[in-house]
T-cell receptor, first 116, second 109 residues
């Protein structure tokens, strides 16, 4: 089946620093990837749609300068949380759609970000 | 704007009992409905979608446009069904998903 990985699985950083999270499709090419955020005991909230070779599309209320997304290849999308603050602490999950999958999204295992 | 409602945070049933996880949606266009499942310490994975009209692991879900519902059902619950279940609504050509808040299903002996 289609496998999506994320790195790192867990990261702790100091307030004011930037953190990069990678999302990779291991055995397929993905022109579209998605980034979600999940707060404890809450649902997944879509942050942005990452399109290979073009700018990401952000959902309403998500700061594009705060959450930088780069989708430079068909197998890699990165999310950079810039100048992180404690309120950015959350679980970040990516997903990817293989070509011809009729819109089925395959999810990564998530990255736990803790900002001190 | 689209919305997905899962009214129950926790559903506890005995093994062998029927299960129904409720999902209602709000969307002005033509909806695409999904059920995703997350087992303990595993990633989110697709359980079934309305368009395929299939049964997966004994689960079925029928899209009722009149009631704007997509309830997930299984006639006889098994222990291994214990997990977090999310109903999701797909909209537009961008394949974006709007998730409900999830229902934790707990199957006990």
């Amino acid at each position: 089946g289609a496998v999506v990985s994320q790195h790192p699985s867990r990261v702790i950083c100091k307030s004011g620093t930037s953190v990069k999270i990678e999302c990779r499709s291991l055995d397929f090419q993905a022109t579209t990837m998605f980034w979600y955020r999940q707060f404890p005991k809450q649902s997944l909230m879509l942050m942005a749609t990452s399109n290979e070779g073009s700018k990401a599309t952000y959902e309403q209320g998500v700061e594009k300068d705060k959450f930088l997304i780069n989708h430079a290849s068909l197998t890699l999308s990165t999310l950079t949380v810039t100048s992180a603050h404690p309120e950015d602490s959350s679980f970040y999950i990516c997903s990817a759609i293989p070509g011809g999958s009729y819109n089925e999204q395959f999810f990564g295992p998530g990255t736990r970000l803790t900002v001190l | 704007a689209q919305r997905v409602t899962q009214p129950e945070k926790l559903l506890s049933v005995f093994k062998g009992a029927p299960v129904e996880l409720k999902c209602n949606y709000s969307y002005s266009g033509s909806p695409e409905l999904f059920w995703y499942v997350q087992y303990s310490r595993q990633r989110l994975q697709l359980l079934l979608r309305h368009i395929s009209r299939e049964s997966i692991k004994g689960f079925t879900a029928d899209l009722n446009k009149g009631e704007t519902s997509f309830h997930l059902k299984k006639p006889f619950a098994q222990e291994e069904d214990s997990a977090m279940y999310y109903c999701a609504l797909g909209t537009g050509t961008a394949s974006k998903l709007t998730f409900g808040t999830g229902t934790r299903l707990q199957v006990t002996l």
